[in-house]
T-cell receptor, first 115, second 112 residues
């Protein structure tokens, strides 16, 4: 069990550029979650997958945000046409479907800065 | 929608003091409740959980009891240590497989 990993850990981009973040969950975990955390706030749920199926995406912040988990293993979160308001920490978490829903294991996050 | 409210920080205590961090929630149905902790430079970690009314979650000397009548899940520890300095988040899961709803976090500082 190597834990949840995220790449990159830091990303600086210019407004209007597209960015993509990767999350590798704990290997046997079939649920994968994405959250956004801004300064002074708790994490805000964005979307989640069970295996390769995206079961909730209505909480994605706008149509500029999209996520994939093509083979039910790693996942990517893409933000198109970034805006300064997208600057935040993006967190990934994973869990087993047969455990208590909120018992999630979090990665270290990707900090996005949009200039 | 669901929401979690927790006391504002920072909370500064001396070592061996008694700790309470208040957390109240609003949810439809019967949520599960959690405390997560973020130590400096580390990711969020589950500290303890309670899945039904009157359950008490406990871990590392911390405790919290699920109080349905007051919609609360206050975090307590009898004697804090410097190593407990961290940001503590109260959270709930609404019963579906959606993500957690978090409070804003409480920064705890323990002075030797």
């Amino acid at each position: 069990d190597t834990g949840v990993s995220q790449d990159p850990r830091h990303k600086i981009t210019k407004r209007g550029q597209n960015v993509t973040f990767r999350c590798d969950p704990i290997s046997e975990h079939n649920r994968l979650y994405w959250y956004r955390q801004t300064l002074g706030q708790g994490p805000e749920f964005l979307t989640y997958f069970q295996n390769e199926a995206q079961l909730e995406k209505s909480r994605l912040l706008s149509d500029r945000f999209s996520a994939e988990r093509p083979k039910g293993s790693f996942s990517t979160l893409e933000i198109q046409r970034t805006e300064q308001g997208d600057s935040a920490m993006y967190l990934c978490a994973s869990s087993l479907a047969d455990r208590v829903i909120g018992e999630q294991y979090f990665g270290p996050g990707t900090r996005l800065t949009v200039t | 929608g669901d929401s979690v409210t927790q006391m504002e920080g920072p909370v500064t205590l001396s070592e061996e003091a008694f700790l309470t961090i208040n957390c109240t929630y609003t949810a439809t149905g019967y949520p599960s409740l959690f405390w997560y902790v973020q130590y400096p430079g580390e990711g969020l970690q589950l500290l303890l959980k309670a899945t039904k009314a009157d359950d008490k979650g406990s871990n590392k000397g911390f405790e919290a009891t699920y109080r349905k009548e007051t919609t609360s899940f206050h975090l307590e520890k009898g004697s804090v240590q410097v190593s407990d300095s961290a940001v503590y988040f109260c959270a709930l899961s609404g019963g579906g497989a959606d993500g957690l709803t978090f409070g804003k976090g409480t920064h705890l500082i323990i002075q030797p």
